[in-house]
């Protein structure tokens, strides 16, 4: 893929989903409901398909299963004060919340979009994976930003802010390509996209429902993954 390619598909990820968000505000039913559980099965599939391999083919496996570990770890942790937008769940007191309380989900969101930028460099289904993760997310991000009564100009910096974190995620990963860090920070990635999209994937419906649509969204996804 063209290298300029993978810096602007988080960037045009992220206007997507707040498009998308702006036409649907006011329609009942979200498409997240169908867009969170296929890309969250993709994300895995290709972590799992692609990322995974790649990582254990190296000799080191036992610091890369720790450094797997530490990725779902620092995921677990971030998700205390992100408050599961990763995940497509985000909420907002109806008393309001403080200062502090937003910047610490925006400080969140940025370190977990900063660091899924790392493996992108070489590994460009990944890219794609990333690119489907980030479009709900980005819809999440904006209804989070309204109900928060974010000035318009904040919120499109923060909305900005957001969009450039994965490409200068990718940036590092390019300069330490050649370095012995490399691998261990692409670990840490797979651990976040491992815990990310599994938590996508087993949140269950209300009264622990079947979902036929979601089930037949997440196979597609599966079956997608495996055909690229």
């Known amino acids: 893929m063209n290298p300029s390619a993978l810096f602007a598909l988080p960037v045009i990820a992220v206007l997507i989903g707040v498009l998308i968000a702006v036409l649907v505000e006011r329609r009942s039913k979200s498409p997240l409901w169908i867009l969170l559980p296929f890309s969250g099965s993709f994300l895995l599939s290709i972590t799992l398909f692609d990322l995974m391999p790649e990582l254990f083919s190296a000799p080191e496996t036992k610091g890369i299963s720790l450094a797997v570990l530490c990725g779902i770890l620092l995921q ?23 200062r502090p309380y937003y910047l610490s ?7 977990h979009a900063f660091l899924e930028g790392a493996p ?4 460009e ?18 209804q989070f930003l309204k ?20 490409p200068l ?11 012995s860090l490399r691998i261990y920070l692409d670990a840490l990635s797979a651990g976040i996209f491992l815990h990310v999209s ?31």
Do not use: W
């Not at 992108?120 to 590994?123: S, W």
């Not at 318009?152 to 802010?161: E, K, N, Q």
């Not at 938590?199 to 649509?213: C, D, M, P, Q, Y």
């Open 105 to 111: 989900v925006f400080t969140a969101l940025f370190i």
């Open 198 to 228: 599994t938590v996508i994937l087993f949140e269950s419906e209300k009264g622990h429902r079947f979902n036929a649509k979601k089930i037949t969204a997440i196979i597609a996804a599966i079956v997608l993954a495996y055909l690229i």
């Open 169 to 179: 995620g990718l940036f590092l990963g390019q300069v330490i390509a050649d370095s």
């Open 120 to 123: 992108l460099a070489h590994i």
């Open 147 to 166: 109900k928060a009564n974010f000035s318009a100009v904040r919120s499109y910096i923060l909305l900005v802010s957001f969009a450039m974190m994965t």
């Open 76 to 98: 677990i942790f971030l998700e205390f004060f992100s408050k599961g937008a990763e995940h497509g769940h985000v909420h907002v007191s109806d008393s309001g919340e403080n």
């Open 125 to 142: 289904t990944l890219s794609i994976a990333v690119f489907l993760h980030k479009i709900p997310i980005a819809m999440v991000v904006y």
